[in-house]
């Protein structure tokens, strides 16, 4: 069972990956026996090149406790979809007469197919895979902590909302298509039967057994998707990041507002912030407009624990890299004040 799922939000290029790797490093630190996944959901992956190793779409080890992935969502697409596909094919075939039509099979095939489903629907089919603790690339690491580096907001809010999967909807079209067209023969006169009669090869406990399978396959993804929402609700965790400008301030507002039925949101990263300089007048002023703007932030989300860090001097990469902002992130803090921050302030 899933302790923790922490979730990333933001506007792209405040360094939401790069708070992401430094909050899963330093909870594998102060967590030693806790197995952590740091896994991306954002279009644009950059755990490889944080990091400095290949990691891709297979889980890579980055720690003695800590794992990261950046998943192709299309693997587990097409596995769905190819299962389906051929279970319509059959069914479809079975049927006398309208199996014969290759408009049928078309439509079938240019319904289900991996490339039809938008990637943000892929992510949420694998986040479900993921989270139900099913096995991925056939590897059994059941993990304590996962900590997502999600997509800008509106990507954000379709890995959540998963109980609407679109997928699930086209899934239910398909199949009162399927039963419209079998209620049509049923319905027609007797000469009609007589004339498919000699094409029915007796089959149809096959044709229920298939289209049994398929409901159930319908079923299924219902029953997952509630878990998973139920999941998310009960240990998942919001944190916002943003830098301190208009524009990054504007979209956690938005996203706050958009993710609140699903998730709850427990601290905003206000990340790199200029540090006090005094030989450098621009940096000064870059500066003062940030200090107005995280002033406004934290008003905002007064409710809320707020981080702040500065802007480090060598730009975070490779592990020693990420270290180094998790200690300027989260300084000498405990793990459960990182896993659970509202309390500290309730007190």
């Given at each position: 069972m899933i302790d923790k799922i922490l979730v990333f939000g933001g506007k792209g290029g405040v360094g939401k990956s790069s708070i992401s790797a430094a909050t899963a490093v330093k909870l594998s630190e102060l967590l030693p026996t806790k197995r952590i996944l740091l896994i991306s959901f954002d279009i644009a992956h950059n755990l490889t090149d944080i990091f400095g190793v290949p990691i891709n779409s297979k889980i890579t080890p980055i720690m003695d406790n800590l794992w990261a992935i950046e998943p192709d969502p299309n693997l587990y697409a097409e596995k769905y979809t190819k299962e389906l596909v051929e279970k319509m094919k059959t069914l479809t075939k079975q049927m006398p007469i309208i199996g014969n039509l290759p408009q049928i099979?078309?439509?079938?095939?240019?319904?289900?197919?991996?490339?039809?489903?938008?990637?943000?629907?892929?992510?949420?089919?694998?986040?479900?895979?993921?989270?139900?603790?099913?096995?991925?690339?056939?590897?059994?690491?059941?993990?304590?902590?996962?900590?997502?580096?999600?997509?800008?907001?509106?990507?954000?809010?379709?890995?959540?909302?998963?109980?609407?999967?679109?997928?699930?909807?086209?899934?239910?079209?398909?199949?009162?298509?399927?039963n419209s067209?079998?209620?049509?023969?049923?319905?027609?006169?007797?000469?009609?039967?007589?004339?498919?009669?000699?094409?029915?090869?007796?089959?149809?406990?096959?044709?229920?057994?298939?289209?049994?399978?398929?409901?159930?396959?319908?079923?299924?993804?219902?029953?997952?998707?509630?878990?998973?929402?139920?999941?998310?609700?009960?240990?998942?965790?919001?944190?916002?990041?943003?830098?301190?400008?208009?524009?990054?301030?504007?979209?956690?507002?938005?996203?706050?507002?958009?993710?609140?039925?699903?998730?709850?949101?427990?601290?905003?990263?206000?990340?790199?912030?200029?540090?006090?300089?005094?030989?450098?007048?621009y940096c000064k002023k870059i500066r003062v407009n940030q200090l107005k703007f995280t002033s406004e932030i934290k008003n905002e989300f007064k409710k809320l624990r707020i981080w702040e860090s500065n802007r480090l001097i060598d730009e975070p990469i490779?592990?020693?890299?990420?270290?180094?902002?998790?200690?300027?992130?989260?300084?000498?803090?405990?793990?459960?004040?990182?896993?659970?921050?509202?309390?500290k302030i309730k007190k």
């Open positions: 099979e078309s439509f079938i095939n240019t319904t289900f197919t991996a490339d039809s489903i938008p990637l943000a629907l892929k992510n949420a089919m694998f986040f479900q895979k993921l989270l139900d603790a099913e096995d991925i690339n056939t590897q059994e690491i059941q993990f304590d902590i996962i900590v997502a580096d999600f997509p800008p907001t509106g990507n954000m809010v379709a890995l959540f909302e998963i109980p609407e999967d679109q997928v699930k909807v086209v899934l239910k079209y398909s199949l009162n298509f399927y067209i079998r209620g049509a023969i049923r319905n027609f006169s007797k000469m009609f039967r007589q004339i498919i009669k000699p094409f029915d090869d007796g089959s149809y406990e096959k044709r229920r057994e298939l289209g049994n399978e398929i409901f159930n396959m319908v079923i299924e993804l219902e029953k997952r998707g509630e878990r998973i929402s139920e999941l998310i609700h009960n240990v998942g965790s919001l944190r916002l990041v943003t830098i301190a400008e208009r524009p990054s301030f504007e979209e956690i507002k938005r996203a706050r507002d958009l993710t609140k039925r699903y998730i709850s949101l427990h601290a905003v990263h206000i990340n790199m912030i200029i540090p006090e300089v005094k030989k450098c007048e490779g592990l020693e890299g990420i270290k180094k902002l998790a200690t300027e992130v989260y300084g000498n803090v405990t793990a459960d004040e990182i896993l659970n921050p509202l309390v």
